[in-house]
């Protein structure tokens, strides 16, 4: 297994209170992702970055943040949790040595908003 | 907007069978295709990374092949084991060189013992 790991691996939370996740990754690749994982949905990307301090938004982004001051570390924060991001988040890497394309996930975070 | 599905949702298969899942998507211009497989409650495992100036890939049991004209990539499982049972989910990188993925809703398998 690539060495990605993240926490909480669970979290419950209240409404409107902010949440942080954290990635962390060993294997020195230059890209990381953030998903989410949801019923009916499948993987949908929220943000990934491309380097330290670059970042961009994926497809479901309203609502996170993302910062990544190292290349090992890249953390998401809801700001003001909803039940709507209650799910499953997964963080990815890919970019490792000449650049190769092949993702890794991590083990995922279930967070419940209640 | 690239769209990635997956046909069908489930299958249940008896042990040894050969088995093929499927994987559609809407634009051919990508750069390439990767096949995982998750287990309940776990993250995805990388199986087989196609590029898209390859036809197939192997490892093992698993054989993934890729028809950007058509829009279609097949995983051909052989020889299938209860050990098999899992979700498997294909993704695109619709651009090239943006590292971004596309994730089918996978099949979710079932080998029968």
């Known amino acids: 297994d690539a060495g990605i790991t993240q926490s909480p691996r669970h979290k419950v939370t209240e409404t409107g209170t902010p949440v942080t996740l954290r990635c962390h990754q060993t294997?020195?690749?230059?890209?990381m992702y953030w998903y989410r994982q949801d019923p009916g949905h499948g993987l949908r990307l929220i943000h990934y970055?491309?380097?330290?301090?670059?970042?961009d938004k994926g497809e479901v982004s309203d609502g996170y943040s993302v910062s990544r001051s190292k290349t090992e570390d890249f953390l998401l924060t809801l700001e003001s949790a909803t039940s709507s991001q209650t799910s499953v988040y997964f963080c990815?890497?890919?970019?490792?040595?000449?650049?190769?394309?092949?993702?890794?996930f991590g083990p995922g975070t279930r967070l419940t908003v209640t | 907007k690239q769209e990635v599905t997956q046909i069908p949702a489930a299958l249940s298969v008896p042990e040894g069978e050969n088995l093929v899942l499927n994987c559609s998507f809407t634009?051919?211009?990508?750069?390439?295709l990767q096949w995982f497989r998750q287990d309940p409650g776990k993250g995805l495992t990388s199986l087989l990374l196609?590029?898209?100036?390859?036809r197939e890939q192997t490892s093992g049991r698993l054989n993934a092949s890729l028809d950007k004209s058509s829009g279609r990539s097949t995983l051909y499982i052989a020889a299938s084991q209860p050990g098999d049972s899992a979700t498997y989910l294909c993704?695109?990188?619709?651009?090239?060189?943006?590292?971004?993925?596309?994730f089918g809703t996978g099949t979710r398998l079932k080998v029968l013992a």
């Open positions: 990815a890497i890919s970019g490792g040595y000449s650049g190769q394309r092949e993702q890794y």
């Open positions: 993704a695109v990188e619709s651009t090239s060189g943006t590292y971004k993925y596309i």
């Open positions: 294997e020195n690749h230059r890209y």
């Open positions: 970055s491309y380097g330290v301090k670059d970042t």
């Open positions: 196609i590029q898209s100036s390859q």
């Open positions: 634009d051919s211009a990508i750069y390439n």
